[in-house]
């Protein structure tokens, strides 16, 4: 069960970006994961739950993108929609698929929560530092 360590990673990229932004929260993360991957989104949900007790993505609410696997055919120029891994062009039987999407896994935002007395902290030291 791979989801488990993509899990973590998916934790640890979402947690090392919101301390580099101060957040005090996350509260959503949107991926976009290709249906080639064989990512089973069921055990990956299960993964990020498990694992974000305690953390700054306890509470986050997790949306998944499927992205269908795209090809393009180098020999009538057309994207294809590529079914049941059956690599081969409708329109013209070609065989020369180049695959353009449906293997990513990407963090495609994370949104996050900051302490509102934090910011206003900021401000202020900022503007002090400015009039002296």
């Known amino acids: 069960m791979h989801e488990l360590s993509i899990a973590d990673s998916i934790i640890k990229t979402a947690t090392a970006e919101a301390t ?9 993360v949107g991926l976009r994961i290709g249906q080639l991957t064989d990512i089973v989104e069921d055990s990956l949900r299960f993964g990020l739950e498990v694992l ?26 057309r ?19 180049k695959l353009i999407s449906g293997n990513e896994l990407d963090i495609a935002y994370i ?9 206003t902290e900021e401000k202020q ?3 002090d530092s400015t009039d002296a």
Do not use: H, W
């Open 20 to 28: 580099k932004r101060r957040a005090t929260e996350i509260s959503a």
């Open 52 to 77: 974000s007790k305690g953390t700054m993505m306890e509470k986050a609410e997790i949306e998944i993108e499927s992205i269908p696997p795209i090809g393009y055919c180098e020999t009538c120029a």
């Open 79 to 97: 994207n294809i929609e590529i079914r049941k891994f059956f690599f081969v062009c409708p329109e013209c039987n070609g065989r020369q698929i």
């Open 111 to 119: 949104e996050l929560e900051t302490d509102d007395k934090v910011s």
């Open 125 to 127: 030291n900022t503007t």
